[in-house]
């Protein structure tokens, strides 16, 4: 079962606009919790991280909001720009990167 | 700098062929990963290397194989390819395992879209 679960799959918004891309997990091991943005025909790229001791970390346009104790964490992309068009994963990762699982991903569409 | 390079981009197979994918990495990382990606399942880790010599599996590494003779390189093999492997193939690396060290990054390479047919 998927043990990171993202929503929504595809999101559309207006240049300016503030997409909010949530995700859910269920293991209290987790305590590394990284976005990755994907552009078509490339491979992830790490966006923003955060750990579970701070609840919100902030990194130019994007921000990732944690909440400890329902267990779901959210990126936000302030004033987005037709550029962020891509596809976001969430994930989350417990001690080792070899465990760590996806969401099933975010189709984002900026239109100008 | 090239980071992480995979080879070939595209690749079609008959069912029961064979094929390997290789993997280059030119940033000294002692871990690497081989992810297949699916429509609505996200990255799945098959196999992982913690150094040279090393390899483990993943959470879906059945039909496959890999090998790490080299720090640089990691192999992704498919014995006998079935439809069911059609998908994209991800390799990565990182300088630490993860966990609690300050630099926690899997850099990622291009892909390869592998079709079995």
């Known amino acids: 079962q998927q043990q990171v679960k993202q929503s929504p799959q595809s999101l559309i918004v207006q240049k300016g606009g503030i997409p909010i891309i949530n995700c859910a997990y269920e293991?209290?091991?987790?305590?590394?919790f990284p976005w990755y943005q994907q552009f078509p025909g490339k491979g992830p790229a790490l966006l923003i991280a955060?750990?579970?001791?701070?609840s919100e970390k902030k990194e130019g346009r994007f921000t990732i909001s944690f909440n400890k104790s329902a267990k779901q964490f959210s990126l936000h992309i302030m004033d987005s720009q037709p550029g962020d068009s891509a596809t976001y994963f969430c994930?989350?990762?417990?001690?080792?990167?070899?465990?760590?699982?996806f969401g099933a991903g975010t189709r984002l569409t900026v239109k100008p | 700098n090239a980071g992480v390079t995979q080879t070939p981009k595209f690749r079609v197979l008959k069912t029961g062929q064979s094929m390997t994918l290789l993997c280059a990495q030119d940033?000294?990382?002692?871990?690497m990963y081989w992810y297949r990606q699916d429509p609505g399942m996200g990255l799945r880790l098959i196999h992982y290397?913690?150094?040279?010599?090393?390899?483990a599996k993943g959470e879906v590494p059945d039909g496959y194989n890999v090998s790490r003779l080299k720090k640089q390189n990691f192999l992704l093999g498919l014995e006998s390819a079935a439809p069911s492997q059609t998908s994209v193939y991800f390799c990565?690396?990182?300088?630490?395992?993860?966990?609690?060290?300050?630099?926690?990054?899997?850099?990622f390479g291009q892909g390869t879209r592998l079709t079995v047919v």
């Open positions: 990565a690396s990182s300088s630490t395992p993860g966990g609690n060290y300050v630099d926690t990054e899997a850099f």
């Open positions: 940033m000294n990382h002692e871990y």
């Open positions: 293991n209290t091991a987790f305590d590394y």
């Open positions: 290397s913690v150094g040279e010599g090393t390899t």
């Open positions: 955060i750990r579970p001791d701070v």
């Open positions: 994930a989350a990762s417990p001690f080792s990167l070899s465990d760590m699982r």
